[in-house]
C-alpha cells in the first residue's frame, strides 16, 4: 500500500499543461504505477490544501529512440502514468504558477 506522500512523482510542465493550468484550471502530475484516482484526489487535497472535482488517470506508453552517434541502436524509453487533477474554480496550486 502506498502512502499519500508517495503517490505524486513530480509535476509535469509542458506546453500542453501550462494551457491547461491557466485556462481550465487542471493540473498535471506523473504518480506511481499502482495509483488510483482517489489516492491521488486524496494526496492532491492533503499536500496542497485544495479542494478536488475530478481526476483523469492516463497510461502513457513506452517510446523507442535512437542513440545520437550510432543511428542503429534503439533505446527504450520506459512508460509511466500520469494525472490530470481539475480542482474547484477560484483554487489554484502555487507550483505551477510562473514568475509574477
Known amino acids: 500500500m502506498t502512502q499519500i506522500y508517495n503517490v505524486l512523482r513530480r509535476p509535469l510542465v509542458t506546453e500542453k499543461s501550462n494551457y491547461l493550468s491557466g485556462d481550465l484550471q ?23 490544501d485544495v479542494n478536488v472535482v475530478r481526476v483523469n488517470v492516463i497510461n502513457v506508453p513506452a517510446k523507442r529512440t535512437r542513440r545520437l552517434r550510432s543511428r542503429r541502436v534503439l533505446v527504450r524509453r520506459s512508460g509511466y502514468k500520469k494525472a490530470i487533477v481539475t480542482l474547484a474554480p477560484g483554487q489554484t496550486i502555487d507550483i505551477f504558477e510562473g514568475v509574477k
Open 26 to 48: 487542471q493540473y498535471v502530475f506523473e504518480v506511481t504505477t499502482d495509483a488510483t484516482k482517489s489516492l491521488v484526489k486524496d494526496a492532491v487535497e492533503s499536500l496542497f
